[in-house]
């Protein structure tokens, strides 16, 4: 029989109810008991889902009140020092309140401490928690939870595959803080991490589990010679743990460390068949005769629906030649696409009958298992002819493809992607025009969305407010916040964003060829959830989308407003995206409408404009022979969305959480006049990427962690922005936040801003 399983499922929550649940605890709403119950709830809910939809083991480990990543840091007792929890892992028993600390700065009991570093996990929008290490680092099991877990699932009375990150990923996530990250051996800690991995392993073979999935997806990346090895070394050492080692790859193909995974001492391999559909004749032919092969044949990164015919058509050969050793799996956890389709009642359809979220996705795998076994229910073929029907309207449905779109793309050139002049001569006449003092401040883009805001957003969705009476509470916050941001002394404002649900969806709702759900929620950190759009057709802009709110927030006052926009890029990755063209096509349709927005906010005289690009370290293929095809285009695109405009606009553009040294030359190729990125948390550690490289433009490395509720310190932020100077001239510095402030408190953000101008002030006074 070909098991069916997961790599892993969403622990939000049909209803969120994590993020619920973990704020309240953070805000002294409910007490640690309620939370943990909350916990035990979610789970229990999850493995029902997985064990009523047909497979065959349920997977514990996949839960976490903030980070998966960060739990295995506790597990293996990595606490820095500074958050005082010495005693807590000698007696193996880190708290709930100190793994918070690590991830936001502050709990509700312990001193606050500089949170850990956050960063995206591979080429996802999920942020992991940065493990922190240091030379003659020492491990021990210092956390009870994944135990505890396990014996939930097995008294609830489920068959038990626990996951867990493997130690060689766990250690390529990891860096070294302080003088040591850039020269600092991380493969020198792996026998200490080995140690307690076996001690784990024990523990679970003790508790009954039979099998264990190690999580390696490092293994789809270049690897040195060196971590190579170590993985030879890391499983033959863990091979002799009582337990059943299942090696799950995924986010792409093995490539050249296929021979490398398919040779480790385990009991079975994962691979991701969707992002890597060529790898699989390959596997089944070097796979020894006692192995299992897990095939992740279900997306785990999108929505649409799996095509079981094709599915089981492809199959067909593994199956034959490997029976019952043939595993039927998703490609990746579940914790990338939204919980439930069944809550979308009032989307479209015919695109609703398109799409499989999480629980749809486990009536997939199961489906596909017993179709392969021949055991196929009569439930199981309506399944597929339904999915078959589903699939045919798709590629048929007229709404995808507009021939505007395509004769206006067949029209671009390269002058379409190119500003009048260089970026020196272009600063001479946008300082002329703004006026600027050194060391200029300013903000990301969004201020508080207050419950008020939040209150009239659903007021107004339910028919409660009226448009009219929706706007103009919208443009008294506005004016609220381009006050509070002249009292501050903020050199160039924003309007703050009230108006916008998210930086995404706000886009996506005024173009065309996207489409929205109502409760299609995805985990990107902690208790942050995203609702991504479902970007299904081509792209057009029927109208401006904030020409109205910028001139608005502009006429308020003297200094200058940036118009904030999403860039195209982001726009792309942050949506779940058609699967029948390339990326790269529906990427310059993006441009092309944000292009015209660009053009119609210059014209409303909005004099400096951010383009957002959070998202471009991101997108960035795994596999750096992939690298330059990728920058090549997403530079382009984002070029062909600001290039409308005349030398005196000023444009910006921000990025968040990117390792910026191996891409800094297409960061500059963007020829943004001004990037603001993240900068806070790893205390100026990404501006390395400026030592070596000459970066032309200016620069606003951010000084204010705002994904903690800690208020920096003046002489904090001035320290930063020195280190900062060290690289890049003072004349081409911006003092500013780290990202946009929409999740955080007035009570926080005005505080840390008011200290945010004194420090610039106190540069000023120091460089001017």
Not at 161 to 169: A, F, Y
């Amino acid at each position: 029989m070909s098991l069916a399983h997961v790599i892993g499922y969403p622990r939000i929550g049909a209803d969120r109810q994590l993020k619920r649940a973990t704020e309240a605890y953070w805000q002294d709403e409910i007490d640690r008991e309620a939370l943990e119950a909350s916990g035990r709830a979610l789970r229990l809910a999850n493995w029902a889902a997985q064990h009523e939809a047909g497979l065959d083991l349920v997977t514990v480990g996949d839960f976490a009140f903030y980070d998966q990543v960060l739990d295995v840091s506790v597990l293996l007792g990595a606490v820095p020092p500074r958050f005082g929890a010495e005693d807590e892992v000698q007696r193996g028993e880190v708290s709930l309140d100190t793994t918070f600390r690590m991830a936001r700065g502050r709990a509700p009991s312990g001193e606050p401490a500089a949170a850990c570093e956050m960063t995206k996990y591979f080429d996802t929008n999920y942020h992991y928690l940065v493990p922190e290490l240091h030379p003659d680092q020492r491990f021990r099991l210092a956390s009870t939870r994944l135990f505890d877990q396990v014996d939930e699932a097995r008294m609830a009375g489920y068959p038990v595959k626990v996951v867990l990150t493997g130690p060689l990923t766990w250690l390529w996530l990891g860096k070294g803080r302080g003088d040591v990250h850039e020269d600092f051996d991380r493969l020198a800690l792996l026998d200490g991490v080995l140690d307690v991995y076996a001690e784990v392993l024990e523990r679970l073979a003790g508790q009954g589990v039979e099998w264990v999935q190690l999580d390696e997806p490092v293994l789809v990346q270049d690897l040195p010679l060196a971590w190579r090895q170590a993985f030879e070394r890391a499983y033959h050492r863990l091979q002799a743990a009582p337990v059943k080692l299942l090696l799950a790859s995924y986010f792409g193909g093995l490539g050249d460390n296929l021979s490398l995974a398919v040779g480790l001492p385990v009991d079975g391999l994962h691979i991701d068949a969707v992002r890597a559909p060529a790898q699989l004749e390959a596997v089944v032919d070097r796979l020894l005769p006692h192995k299992v092969l897990s095939v992740g044949a279900i997306d785990g990164r999108n929505v649409w629906r799996a095509d079981l015919a094709l599915w089981r058509e492809r199959l067909a050969t593994a199956r034959m030649r490997l029976g019952e050793r043939l595993w039927i799996a998703t490609s990746c956890s579940l914790l990338h696409v939204p919980v439930d389709l069944a809550a979308e009642t009032t989307l479209d359809a015919e695109l609703r009958s398109w799409l499989a979220f999480a629980r749809q996705k486990l009536d997939e795998t199961s489906t596909l298992a017993r179709l392969l076994d021949g055991r196929a229910s009569a439930a199981d073929h309506d399944r597929v002819e339904a999915a078959g029907r589903a699939l045919q309207s798709r590629r048929e449905a007229p709404r995808l493809h507009r021939s505007e779109v395509a004769e206006r793309l067949a029209g671009v050139t390269a002058a379409d992607t190119r500003r009048g002049r260089p970026f020196a001569e272009r600063a001479v006449t946008q300082q002329r025009q703004l006026a600027l003092p050194l060391f200029p401040t300013t903000t990301i883009g969004s201020f508080p969305q207050t419950s008020e805001i939040r209150a009239d957003r659903r007021a107004l969705k339910a028919g409660d407010l009226s448009r009219e009476a929706y706007e103009t509470r919208m443009r008294e916050e506005i004016a609220r916040v381009v006050a509070r941001q002249e009292a501050l002394g903020i050199d160039m404002l924003v309007h703050g964003e009230p108006e916008r649900n998210d930086m995404v969806e706000y886009f996506g709702e005024q173009l065309d060829g996207y489409a929205f759900t109502r409760f299609g929620w995805v985990q990107s950190y902690g208790s942050r959830c995203v609702k991504p759009p479902i970007l299904f057709g081509d792209v057009v802009r029927p109208a401006s989308m904030t020409v109205r709110w910028s001139e608005y927030a502009q006429s308020l006052t003297a200094r200058p407003m940036k118009g904030m926009l999403t860039g195209p890029v982001t726009l792309l990755q942050w949506s779940f995206v058609r699967d029948d063209q390339p990326r790269e096509a529906t990427c310059r349709q993006l441009a092309l409408a944000l292009r015209d927005e660009v053009v119609d906010l210059e014209a409303a005289g909005i004099r400096a404009i951010q383009i957002d690009e959070p998202a471009l370290r991101e997108g960035l293929p795994l596999r750096r022979a992939e690298w330059q095809d990728y920058l090549d285009w997403a530079v382009a695109c984002f070029r062909l969305a600001s290039s409308g405009v005349r030398d005196e606009t000023q444009i910006h553009t921000h990025m968040c959480y990117s390792e910026f040294n191996d891409i800094i030359a297409a960061i500059a190729a963007l020829d943004a006049d001004v990037i603001t990125i993240e900068t806070s948390r790893s205390d100026m550690e990404l501006l390395d990427a400026f030592q070596d490289f000459a970066y032309p433009n200016a620069i606003g490395p951010g000084v204010y962690d705002i994904h903690s509720p800690n208020i920096p310190e003046v002489t904090w932020m001035v320290a930063l922005m020195e280190k900062a100077a060290e690289r890049i001239p003072v004349e081409r510095l911006w003092v500013n936040p780290d990202c946009g402030l929409k999740t955080r408190g007035w009570a926080e953000v005005e505080p840390a801003l008011a200290n945010m101008v004194e420090a610039a002030r106190e540069l000023r006074r120091r460089h001017g």
